[in-house]
């Protein structure tokens, strides 16, 4: 029975990217995940081919609010060191700067092609590029999302089936989704 449970929990871990994986071995919150999901993690990412870095905290501790950083993806350095890079909060801040001039850039480009874009939604892409330079802050990635992800659905639903901006809208889908998920992958530095 409890070779049945292993399984089922190491299973369960296969199907989360390596990301977060990486962020639950690192933070080891005994409270939410037990040992056996501890175990089975570290043996994914040795099958992945990820050098499994030391805990940073340890049983039964809470994740301090200024962590300082979380591991963001797993990609290595040139040389192989099996460094995973960290993102901190000034990481976060450029990333949601660089959202605040793309979205400032297409919303001009909606208003100045009105006559095949939208400029009431050019208007509303440039209010969330200011937005996005007032508030740099990882609550900006849920805002960014669901406003991806009203753009997407719109593309899907009011475009009469157009096929290129179908697929257009289920790849906006898709990318809301995405930046949404950066907010809980930051909850520890901003």
Request: hydrophobic share 50%; glycine share 12%.
């Amino acid at each position: 029975m409890y070779a049945i449970l292993e399984n089922v929990i190491l299973e369960n871990m296969r199907m989360k990217s390596t990301d977060e994986l990486l962020n639950i071995w690192i933070y080891q919150d005994h409270r939410e995940w037990s040992e056996e999901a501890f175990s089975a993690i570290r043996q994914i990412l040795i099958e992945r081919g990820v050098a499994v870095p030391d805990p940073i905290f340890s049983e039964n501790s809470s994740i301090p609010e200024q962590a300082g950083a979380i591991v963001a993806g797993r990609e290595r350095s040139q040389q192989g060191d099996g460094e995973c890079p960290v993102v901190t909060g000034e990481d976060i801040r450029a990333d949601i700067r660089g959202w605040g001039i793309g979205f400032l850039v297409v919303g001009a480009i909606h208003i100045l092609v009105s006559g095949f874009l939208n400029p009431l939604w050019g208007g509303i892409l440039m209010l969330l590029g200011l937005v996005n330079l007032l508030i740099q802050h990882r609550v900006m990635y849920i805002v960014n999302g669901a406003g991806i992800l009203l753009a997407g659905i719109m593309n899907i639903v009011l475009t009469g089936g157009n096929p290129g901006w179908l697929v257009f809208g289920i790849l906006q889908l898709k990318w809301g989704v995405g930046e949404i998920q950066k907010y809980g992958q930051a909850a520890h530095v901003l």
